[in-house]
């Protein structure tokens, strides 16, 4: 859907991933290659030339897509949802270059936040773990 509005939004290949990674991790950013979904361009960059992505991670904003299908007014209020560990740590590593998108499936809108954002309009926060076996 975001991919379809025309904005630069790119959902990146596996190979693009790995450079992302990459690129940001010789800037000193951590990034873990799940804890995010698609990615902004808002300039031309080769996502398979590690060198222009290197070269370009100015124009390069990664985003974690939270979803839902409930009906909701345009700002999400009333919207509860899950960070993990690994989205937490990447929102914190790249700061301005990392965001949330709220992304209502049912009505179309979306929402841009960074976790600066998400934590002052937070009426709760309610920390679990996750465990898997």
């Given at each position: 859907?975001?991919?379809?509005?025309?904005?630069?939004?790119?959902?990146?290949?596996?190979?693009?991933?790995?450079?992302?990674?990459?690129?940001?991790?010789?800037?000193?950013?951590?990034?873990?290659?799940?804890?995010?979904?698609?990615?902004?361009?808002?300039?031309p960059?080769?996502?398979?030339?590690?060198?222009?992505?290197?070269?370009?991670?100015?124009?390069?904003?990664?985003?974690?897509?939270?979803?839902?299908?409930?009906?909701?007014?345009?700002?999400?209020?009333?919207?509860?949802?899950?960070?993990?560990?690994?989205?937490?740590?990447?929102?914190?590593?790249?700061?301005?270059?990392?965001?949330f998108?709220?992304?209502n499936?049912?009505?179309?809108?979306?929402?841009?936040?960074?976790?600066?954002?998400?934590?002052?309009?937070?009426?709760?926060?309610?920390?679990?773990?996750?465990?898997?076996?």
């Amino acid at each position: 859907m975001l991919e379809a509005r025309n904005e630069g939004f790119v959902v990146p290949t596996g190979r693009q991933r790995q450079n992302l990674l990459v690129a940001f991790a010789k800037k000193g950013k951590v990034v873990y290659g799940k804890a995010f979904d698609i990615v902004r361009l808002n300039a031309p960059v080769d996502l398979d030339d590690l060198d222009d992505v290197e070269n370009s991670l100015v124009n390069i904003l990664v985003f974690e897509i939270k979803s839902t299908r409930k009906v909701l007014p345009p700002d999400f209020s009333g919207y509860f949802f899950g960070l993990s560990a690994a989205e937490m740590l990447v929102a914190q590593s790249l700061r301005d270059h990392f965001k949330f998108i709220f992304v209502n499936i049912t009505t179309g809108t979306h929402v841009e936040m960074g976790i600066g954002d998400i934590f002052a309009r937070a009426k709760g926060i309610y920390p679990t773990w996750s465990i898997m076996f």
